[in-house]
């Protein structure tokens, strides 16, 4: 069996790839390898409207990559020709430094597993195991280590106890770790992930986030496409910004949230009845302030320039009791509005 | 360092045929999922050779070609031409209903993303009916004969199992252009549909071509699903032997040799157009 799980240390600029095709057998370590994805001004137009425009990036193996954007930002299309399963009008796109706009006559799958955004991916009336078996057959793996793989899939992401469960009878969050499970049937060097934690719950997105970071810790480059903006905090290493198929933002998490400030804060005030009037008045120099919904919760807006510690001052000085006060927005929901407003 | 072995053409034959069985081995877990479907398939067989039995007895059998040196029953004749025009019409729609059933289930994407080619893709999705259609072929034959004292020729089976087998190159080919038409169209049911009924109308599967005029007679032996009913039937009633099917192969061999270039040449096409518009997944 040619087939071989990779390394589980973090190789960051570095390759360790064995090939799903149990035939062929590929072995390749660079230290300088290239980009396990390159971008190179790919665009991509449906008729009169540009869904890509000359977008540009870069993604290595071992990195998590956030492709963030609005709806109809290009997303989705972005991911789709990486896939293969659409052509840019031009451009170029590489994977390991290699042209791969020609996606072969074995299509891209022998490299890349895809977390399609769709509910609806699975043979509904065949049990999740069962679908599993099928897909990883068609990656060629043989029966026994095909089923085996299928049963550490389908453990990894906690769906053994109902592997034999028809899938139409799984939520939309089990179908979602079904789908990861697929996507890593392989242990693809490039894991695209085109918005997988839609519509699921918080425990169930920290599950398909923990399964996708450990992928990445063994080396798959992932590209990881959200409109949830505080998601990516803690989880990628890299995003891109794409509004309306331009590129308005590349670089790190830190650095998007360092292109803007918050400016806007909840308030939770105590005290008497008037502390809004006192609050009001002292307020007024550095900002302004605004009843939001329940009794004793504001909305603070600060002046340009005026940092936070100075209206906090000013409202313990005049003997305001502060309850509690956090951002209205976290930073990077402010810089992606930012990035896009005058577009959207 | 970069090491690389290509796998040679046998292995990937190979490989492509194992996955084959995976198509195979989801159709039969889907259609046994549908228990109850499964079943009335079978009853709808029987019911169908109930029915041709009593519309036989009402057709003189003088009025019936001859085949061999004996009269035969309505039933006999009808018989070869049922299992003739049922396999062709699952030939012909399977392909392209399995590619839609992706399509509606949003597996299309998935299927393709998988690096298996698209022969196999088409092959896969019939696997199931290739060998299902057969057994239930042969079932019908062994109820007709059985249960309905309808007399064929098994000396002649072999010749007419050959003529299946080239007969198939020409429906798949056919059925692949078929799918090819239903990805860049989204449907082809209309199209296909009076295909079939053309072909099979003008087959002579369920009355002698000898009841058209003339010129239409002459169109009709152009039809190759004409010329397999005829050489089945003279090998299945006639117990003609493999000179009498020579001809019959001959002639729809060319047609064998076309359609399922065309098909395949067809369906890469309007693959390579989905991908180029980026719709391949859309319905």
């Known amino acids: ?344 | 360092m970069s090491v690389v072995s290509a796998p040679s053409p046998a292995s990937v034959f190979l490989r492509e045929l194992r996955k084959v069985a995976a198509f195979f081995r989801r159709d039969l877990l889907t259609a046994w999922s549908y228990r109850l479907a499964f079943f009335t398939s079978w009853l709808s067989l029987l019911v169908q050779v109930v029915l041709f039995n009593f519309m036989g007895q009402i057709v003189a059998v003088d009025k019936l070609p001859t085949y061999g040196s004996g009269l035969i029953t309505y039933l006999e004749f009808v018989a070869v031409g049922i299992a003739l025009t049922t396999f062709m019409q699952i030939a012909l729609t399977r392909v392209q209903a399995a590619l839609r059933g992706e399509q509606l289930m949003g597996t299309l994407e998935s299927l393709l993303l998988t690096p298996t080619t698209s022969s196999t893709v088409q092959f896969g999705s019939v696997a199931y009916d290739l060998v299902f259609v057969p057994i239930r072929m042969g079932i019908f034959f062994a109820l007709v004969a059985l249960v309905f004292g309808a007399s064929f020729s098994w000396s002649g089976l072999l010749p007419a199992m050959v003529i299946v087998m080239v007969f198939i190159p020409f429906v798949w080919g056919l059925g692949v252009a078929s799918a090819a038409s239903m990805l860049t169209f989204r449907t082809s049911r209309g199209v296909v549909g009076y295909g079939i009924l053309a072909l099979a109308l003008t087959s002579g599967a369920f009355f002698p071509l000898e009841v058209f005029p003339s010129w239409a007679q002459d169109l009709a032996r152009l039809n190759p699903l004409a010329i397999a009913v005829q050489g089945t039937r003279e090998a299945m009633l006639g117990g003609t032997g493999w000179s009498g099917i020579t001809g019959d192969l001959m002639r729809i061999l060319p047609f064998s040799l076309a359609t399922p270039l065309i098909g395949a040449f067809a369906f890469r096409g309007a693959l390579r157009r989905e991908r180029r518009k980026g719709t391949l997944g859309l319905y």
């Open chain 1, 1 to 344: 069996m040619g087939y071989e799980a990779r390394s589980s240390a973090r190789v960051p600029r570095a390759m360790v790839m064995q090939a799903t095709d149990p035939e062929t057998t590929v072995s390749v370590l660079d230290l300088a390898a290239p980009p396990a994805i390159e971008l190179d001004r790919v665009t991509r137009r449906f008729k009169d409207k540009v869904a890509l425009d000359e977008v540009s990036m870069e993604l290595r193996h071992g990195e998590i990559h956030a492709l963030l954007g609005p709806n109809g930002a290009g997303k989705t299309t972005l991911l789709r020709i990486l896939a293969g399963l659409a052509d840019p009008d031009s451009g170029e796109v590489y994977f390991d430094g290699q042209v791969g706009n020609d996606s072969g006559r074995f299509g891209r799958g022998r490299f890349i597993g895809l977390i399609p955004s769709g509910e609806r991916t699975f043979y509904m009336r065949i049990s999740g195991l069962e679908n599993l078996l099928f897909f990883a057959r068609l990656h060629g793996l043989r029966r026994r280590y095909a089923l085996r793989r299928s049963l550490e899939c389908l453990e990894a992401v906690g769906l053994s106890e109902v592997g034999k469960l028809r899938v139409g009878q799984y939520s939309h969050g089990m179908q979602r770790r079904l789908a990861i499970a697929r996507a890593l049937l392989t242990d693809p060097p490039i894991l695209l992930a085109d918005e997988p934690t839609q519509g699921l719950d918080p425990q169930g997105a920290r599950t398909v986030k923990e399964l996708v970071r450990e992928a990445a810790a063994r080396g798959t480059a992932v590209m990881w496409t959200t409109q949830y903006v505080d998601e990516i905090r803690g989880f990628a290493d890299t995003l891109t910004l794409l509004n309306k198929g331009t590129v308005r933002f590349q670089g790190s998490v830190p650095e998007l949230m360092a292109t803007t400030s918050a400016r806007r804060y909840l308030l939770h005030l105590g005290g008497a009845a008037d502390a809004f009037l006192t609050a009001h008045s002292v307020i007024v120099r550095v900002g302004s302030m605004s009843p939001n919904g329940a009794p004793g919760h504001y909305v603070l807006a600060l002046h340009d320039g005026i940092v936070l510690g100075h209206a906090l001052a000013l409202l313990t000085g005049a003997g305001v009791d502060v309850l509690a006060c956090r951002e209205e927005r976290s930073e990077v929901e402010e810089a992606f509005l930012n990035l896009t407003k005058e577009r959207i």
